[in-house]
């Protein structure tokens, strides 16, 4: 059973930083495409950034491009989402995901691709 743990959320002001780790416990990483995706209060969760296989490839939503960064480090088997400029609309609880992905290539875009999640993580951003 794939297991993920996502840490690094909590509390912080506007424009602030912030590093979410998470953390997967498989004996094969390489072969799983990662994702972050984040639910705020009384919206759906959505795909916000992606990263393929080695590394290769990585996805952003519009609304975060330029200041969120997806890195992975395969040796470690975690994933990671650098936060930087945070703002209100970026408070919501941040979940990883894992899916098998069929090349070194490919990003998985949907929910529904992700075969194992993390418990999720708060990120609180305020004024």
């Known amino acids: 059973q794939v297991q993920l743990v996502e840490s690094g959320g909590g509390l912080l002001q506007a424009g602030g930083s912030l590093r979410l780790s998470c953390a997967v416990s498989?004996?094969?990483?390489?072969?799983?495409?990662m994702g972050w995706f984040r639910q705020a209060p009384g919206k759906e969760r959505e795909f916000i950034a992606g990263?393929?296989?080695?590394?290769?490839?990585?996805y952003y939503k519009d609304s975060v491009k330029g200041r969120f960064t997806i890195s992975r480090d395969n040796a470690r088997n975690t994933v990671y989402l650098q936060m930087n400029s945070l703002k209100l609309e970026d408070t919501a609880v941040y979940y990883c995901?894992?899916?098998?992905?069929?090349?070194?290539?490919?990003?998985?875009?949907?929910?529904?691709?992700?075969?194992?999640w993390g418990q999720g993580t708060q990120v609180t951003v305020s004024s």
């Open positions: 498989t004996r094969t990483f390489s072969v799983y495409a």
């Open positions: 990263i393929s296989r080695i590394g290769v490839n990585t």
């Open positions: 995901a894992a899916g098998i992905a069929p090349t070194h290539t490919v990003i998985l875009d949907r929910r529904g691709e992700y075969a194992y």
